[in-house]
């Protein structure tokens, strides 16, 4: 094994329920020192990939690797670091003996103070855990996963039930930790969060990567641009025979055309003169990731020829 072993490596990896394949063949790797969003909608299978690469659940085909390792051992070395979705920590007891306890089970447990300034916790350390807030106890849940002094963290939906602030604080800490060289992997519904949060953004949908890459690059595969216009009585057939014209939406009188090159677009239209209330926009990453995970019954009514754009999306965008 060298220094050069992804810190996660996912090969070709399915689970199937007796319902439904949960995961439907996942290839990731995920290199040290990356921070990484698992992003999808409810049932996508974040939690199914979650536990595969944590060897909480095995999978029935593919590997799991783990600094070039089985999850199994990475865990009891304490490479690993998890902040699953349910569990509240114990409670009779403070911040601080709770993550001391928890540190000692693991060969080289990070020094209690530094995973309590870590997860923001320095303030509190001597409460009780049952008299903390929502936000203090994600924190706290973070710091125990921070306990074994971890090369990699994994967290299943992290903020799902904090406010505003409370998910400001918390990706704040996550961030201190990311910048110490260590690899993140964490699973979110929120678009923002994703983009604020992650370097790389992995969209999974039915048990399958759908989308890898920036932000940016999420944006480009969902389809670019947005062109729009005021038909003012004209028939909507010619549309989709335009060049770069991927997509067309009409709602009344406006049609909503899905364009991978806006120029060439808005000068055949130009050279229609079919330009009133023309307006073009970027594609925002809110609508790359419902472009790019929308089902079939989301895309009923779009006369376009791509299977990526969701008709509900560029009817809102109109
Ligand atoms: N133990 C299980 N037995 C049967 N089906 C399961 C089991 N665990 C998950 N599933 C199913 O597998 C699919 C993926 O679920 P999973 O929890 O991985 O999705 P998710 O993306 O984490 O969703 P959420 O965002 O709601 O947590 C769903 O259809 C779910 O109902």
Redesign the pocket.
């Known amino acids: 094994m060298t220094k050069t072993t992804p810190a996660v490596d996912l090969s070709a990896v399915v689970r199937a ?4 394949r ?2 439907d063949g996942i290839d990731l790797t995920i290199e040290r020192g990356e921070t990484v969003a698992l992003l ?11 536990s595969l690469l944590l060897g909480l659940d095995e999978p029935d085909e593919g590997a799991v690797r783990l600094f070039g390792t089985t999850p199994e051992l990475a865990v009891r070395k304490g490479q690993v670091g998890a902040m699953l ?1 349910d569990g509240r920590p114990i409670s009779r007891v403070t911040v601080r003996e709770l993550v001391t306890f928890v540190g000692r089970a693991y060969p080289k447990p990070m020094p209690v103070a530094e995973a309590l300034a870590l997860a923001g916790l320095a303030e509190v350390a001597d409460r009780r855990v049952d008299r903390l807030s929502g936000g203090q106890v994600q924190r706290v849940r973070f710091a125990l996963a921070l306990a074994g002094n971890p090369e990699l963290i994994v967290l ?2 992290p903020t799902a039930a904090l406010d505003v602030e409370a998910r400001r604080t918390f990706w704040e800490s996550m961030r201190g930790y990311a910048r110490r060289g260590n690899t993140v992997l964490f ?1 979110t ?1 929120y678009l923002q969060e994703a983009d604020a949060n992650a370097d790389r953004i992995v969209v ?1 949908d039915r ?1 399958r990567i759908v989308a890898d890459g920036s932000a940016q690059d999420l944006k480009r595969r969902a389809g670019g641009t947005l062109v729009s216009f005021d038909l003012a009585g004209r028939d909507s057939g010619w549309l989709d025979t335009l060049p770069g014209v991927t997509a067309v939406e009409i709602r009344g009188e406006r049609a909503g055309l899905r364009s991978e090159d806006s120029d060439a677009t808005v000068m055949a239209l130009a050279g229609r003169g079919a330009i009133r209330g023309l307006r073009v926009e970027g594609t925002s990453l809110e609508s790359a990731f419902l472009a790019l995970t929308a089902g079939e019954d989301a895309i009923a009514e779009t006369t376009g020829t791509t299977r990526l754009t969701a008709a509900t999306d560029l009817m809102e965008s109109l």
């Open positions: 329920f007796p319902s439904v949960a995961v999808g909608r409810n049932g996508a299978g974040k939690s199914t990939t979650i979705q299943d939906e699973s519904h999974i048990g």
